[in-house]
């Protein structure tokens, strides 16, 4: 139900827009995230954005991402600029309401120095 897109290759400085479009859920109910694998490492929480719109960055993306929703279109984008190679990893976006969770199918983000 979360189909993420815009991933790619791209030169280290430069920017990407990663987009999530939901069906079959509202998003509205629903605190939205980016997470990230690189390979072998964690999966880890890059930004959240709840149902309030208050938004939360790992440490390493502040200032560089920025995350975004729009209920009416349920959609949940991240916008990231001054990428660095180490944000190269597989992007997977995440609904949660409650105990209820939904995980998107990844979209590979690779940055080339």
């Known amino acids: 139900q979360l189909q993420a897109s815009g991933g790619g290759l791209v030169q280290a400085g430069g920017s990407l827009r990663l987009s999530c479009v939901a069906s079959?859920?509202?998003?509205?109910?629903?605190?939205m995230g980016w997470y990230r694998q690189a390979p072998g490492q964690q999966r880890e929480l890059v930004a959240l954005?709840?149902?309030?719109?208050?938004?939360n960055y790992v440490d390493s993306v502040k200032g560089r991402f920025t995350i975004s929703r729009d209920n009416a279109m349920n959609t949940v984008d991240l916008q990231m600029s001054n990428l660095k190679e180490e944000d190269t990893a597989v992007y997977y976006c995440?609904?949660?309401?409650?105990?209820?969770?939904?995980w998107g199918q990844g979209t590979q983000v690779t940055v080339s120095s």
């Open positions: 995440y609904a949660r309401w409650g105990k209820i969770d939904y």
């Open positions: 079959g859920i509202t998003l509205s109910k629903y605190d």
């Open positions: 954005i709840e149902r309030t719109r208050r938004t």
